[in-house]
């Protein structure tokens, strides 16, 4: 992720893993490498879904990449130290909109990242030199920027109690439609497949979506607010918790309270 002035909270981020890592696991298997050398996972976050990478190609050099200090702690604390050891796997701090890879990748993979880096639309081209000729280029990035989640909260920043706080220095995640990355993968001169899928998350408790969002979409918010524990956050998380549980009833589902929430994601693959 590029280097940003708000820190990241790695167990937070980690409460959702089975959530986060199942687009991973889906994009993942689109990639048909079969034996490839490198492969550089960029926004690696905690390396939970890193690891997977070495599962898939226990013969590659992988490394992770982040420009966060706490998910790079955090990974390296979670590897694999038998991978770690002996160089196969290696976790860095990196900021991808500068990041050149030492050696032409085989497999670069990003997923849950881009929407972070402004203008990350311009920068495929540069990634895409990144690989290597006949590798693989693979990203995901969520598609919700409309759904009720976001929309509230961009409402709520609007409103008077909070927008003479909210400068909007922070930068806020943002992403494009599929057909703007396929033409830009395509444009770049690679050979592009392009989809989408929306996933439904069951998310425990009346306040899940809040819970869920906190560690991603709300961090920036609440870091211009003077970070969570300020009298004015808490009024604003407040508000949006009462938004949210409008926006998706908690329900029973199996006997327990729940809310559901669709999360629309976008994937692509490209062969360069």
């Not at 034996?35 to 879904?49: E, F, I, K, S, T």
């Not at 003479?164 to 439609?177: D, K, L, M, V, Y």
């Not at 001169?189 to 979506?209: C, I, S």
């Amino acid at each position: 992720m590029p280097v940003q002035s708000t820190t990241w909270d790695p167990a937070r981020y980690l409460r959702y893993a089975d959530h986060r890592a199942r687009p991973f696991h889906d994009l993942l298997a689109r990639v048909p490498a079969e034996r490839p050398h490198r492969v550089a996972d960029l926004g690696c976050g905690p390396g939970n879904a890193t690891a997977l990478l070495c599962r898939r190609w226990p013969r590659a050099h992988v490394v992770g990449l982040d420009s966060s200090a706490e998910m790079i702690e955090a990974a390296t604390a979670r590897a694999d130290r038998r991978l770690t050891a002996c160089g196969r796997l290696v976790f860095e701090r990196a900021d991808l909109r500068e990041w050149r890879a030492p050696e032409p990748v085989d497999v670069l993979i990003t997923n849950a990242t881009l929407q972070w880096v402004p203008g990350h639309l311009d920068l495929l081209a540069a990634l895409l030199h990144q690989v290597a000729p006949g590798g693989w280029f693979a990203m995901g990035v969520p598609g919700n920027f409309a759904a009720p989640s976001h929309m509230l909260l961009g409402e709520l920043q609007r409103d008077s109690r909070w927008a003479g706080s909210i400068t909007g220095e922070q930068f806020r995640p943002a992403s494009h439609e599929p057909p703007d990355y396929l033409r830009a993968l395509s444009e770049a001169g690679a050979q592009a497949e392009v989809w989408e899928t929306t996933y439904y998350y069951v998310l425990p408790g009346v306040d899940g979506v809040l819970d869920f969002v906190s560690s991603t979409a709300l961090r920036p918010v609440l870091a211009e607010l003077g970070g969570p524990d300020t009298e004015s956050a808490r009024g604003f998380v407040s508000a949006y918790a009462d938004a949210l549980r409008d926006a998706y009833p908690p329900q029973q589902l199996g006997g327990q309270t729940v809310q559901v929430l669709p999360y629309r994601r976008i994937f692509a693959i490209a062969r360069v």
